[in-house]
């Protein structure tokens, strides 16, 4: 009996040792790629920059959005910031798409925030619709193409009050608004996004408590609603679904390009006991949706909550283009985020890791869609790391495209300047732009320069 316990122990610490010790994740040799050779048809694609407007015009630009109340919680935001006007977009937009131009944009993924259009339920605000009038055109006449994206993150207060996207009866309140801003704008935009990242916003909003509805952390540091960020997840495809079919019977659908925005965010465990977590993470985040996209099924089966509904078979014809956002895989090792010990952290709880962002290209290119990467960036606040991740990424998104032909129509990185990262406020520093957040004042990052070498356009 004693040798049997022995032996099954050593069996057991032989077993942890093998899977602990797995080959690391796909690892390139950088010190043998030369990323001065990318090249791209900045003719034939889109590239710029990826903004969301309430994290560049905060609170007192968007009062009476659901993060507006939100934000004033104590403990809802790191060191208890507010975002204030953030950094002003709202009213320095010129400014901000002359430095676009600087750098050679030729393309902006910007958000319409609905609260600014809808303040209160069914009331339009029509100088709000003006003021985005504004925005686009100046776009437009230094141009710059407009993507439009109609949910980041944020929506009016009015809606979170009655459930927001917990409950299926409400999304005709979004695609009301979608429809009105699609007919005021149509015939100037023609990409666009009804919502950023689902996989997040239901994760971060009921499973950690880091977004609205509920502050969290009410057990081991999870909320663990895991039945409710499933409700909401559904929701969130079959609202795809309804804008999509709603918005393509309209004057100008036939010209509009309708896309899918996915956050590709893989998680692993560093060791066998990290990897149980991973997977439920990986799931939320990833799997589910990408199963999702597979079917047209929403199958979710988190912690004991069960949940099958069929949302449109066909769903791949209720998508023109993926946008993928893209920034890196989690690395679970001793319930921390860490990396590889070859490879080098960004500020976030996630390493440089250009090779995923290869990998994520090609599972999604199983879809034969195109592509447009929607968000890609790097929370630097030292600048001692941007070059690298800008120049690796972008050979990553080359070598894609040469290898299996990728089909990326465009590249968007997050983010032109500093702004508010929701929970973080302003503690990470994703911009290209540095922000003084007391003179409003825009500084290129020396370690940002670089792009400017993908961006600008090339000869006709
Ligand atoms: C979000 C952005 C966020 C960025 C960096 C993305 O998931 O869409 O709003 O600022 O990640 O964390």
Redesign the pocket.
């Known amino acids: 009996m004693k040798l049997s316990i022995t032996i099954n122990k050593s069996l057991l610490f032989l077993s942890l040792f093998i899977v602990s010790t797995l080959p690391a994740r796909d690892a390139w040799d950088w010190k043998n790629i030369d990323t001065s050779t990318v090249v791209f048809d900045t003719n034939k694609m889109l590239f710029g920059v990826a903004l ?1 407007e309430y ?1 560049n015009s905060g609170a007192t630009n968007l009062p009476n959005s659901n993060w507006a109340h939100w934000e004033k919680q104590p403990g809802a935001i790191e060191n208890g910031q507010t975002s204030g006007v953030a950094c002003d977009f709202w009213h320095l937009y010129k400014t901000d798409i002359n430095l676009m131009k600087d750098l050679g944009c030729n393309s902006c993924r910007l958000s319409i925030d609905w609260s600014a259009i809808e303040p209160q339920e069914g009331k339009f605000d029509e100088s709000a619709v003006q003021h985005y009038h504004d925005v686009i055109d100046s776009m437009l006449a230094k141009g710059i193409t407009p993507m439009v994206t109609l949910h ?2 944020v929506h009016p207060q009015w809606f979170e009050a009655m459930g927001a996207f917990e409950k299926q009866e409400n999304l005709k309140f979004f695609v009301r608004f979608c429809v009105f801003v699609f007919s005021k704008f149509s015939s100037k935009v023609h990409l666009w996004c009804p919502i ?2 689902s996989g ?1 916003l239901a994760f971060q909003s009921y499973i950690i408590g880091h977004f609205p509805p509920t502050l969290g952390y009410t057990h081991l540091g999870f909320k663990f609603s895991f039945g409710t960020a499933g409700q909401v997840l559904g929701n969130l495809m079959k609202a795809h679904v309804l804008v999509y079919n709603a918005l393509k019977q309209m004057p100008n659908g036939d010209k509009a390009q309708i896309g899918f925005n996915h ?1 590709y965010l893989n998680f692993e465990g560093y060791n066998v006991w990290d990897k149980p977590i991973a997977t439920v993470f990986r799931y939320t985040f990833n799997t589910v949706i990408l199963e999702f996209l597979k079917t047209g099924i929403f199958r979710y089966d988190a912690y004991g909550f069960k949940a099958t509904r069929i949302i449109y078979k066909d769903i791949l014809s209720c998508i023109d283009f993926i946008g993928l ?1 893209y ?1 890196s895989e989690v690395i679970i090792r001793g319930g921390d985020a860490r990396c590889y010990d070859h490879e080098v952290m960004t500020d ?1 709880q996630y390493a440089i890791y250009a090779e995923g962002f290869y990998a994520a290209i090609k599972d999604l290119s199983q879809f034969k869609k195109p592509i447009y990467i929607t ?1 890609n ?1 790097i ?1 630097d606040a030292k600048d001692d790391r941007r070059e690298t991740f800008i120049k690796r990424y972008l050979y990553a998104m080359s070598r894609a495209m040469h290898d299996f032909n990728a089909d990326i129509k465009g590249y968007y990185y ?2 032109l300047m500093d ?1 508010f ?2 929970e973080h406020g302003r503690l ?1 520093k ?1 911009g290209l732009y540095e922000v003084n957040f007391d003179t409003l004042t825009r500084t290129l990052r020396p370690g940002a320069a670089c792009i400017k070498q993908f961006f600008k356009p090339l000869p006709a």
């Open positions: 969301a994290q980041h993150f950023n990242e997040p956050q956002n920034y976030m968000e960036g929370g997050w983010s702004n990262e929701w990470h994703f």
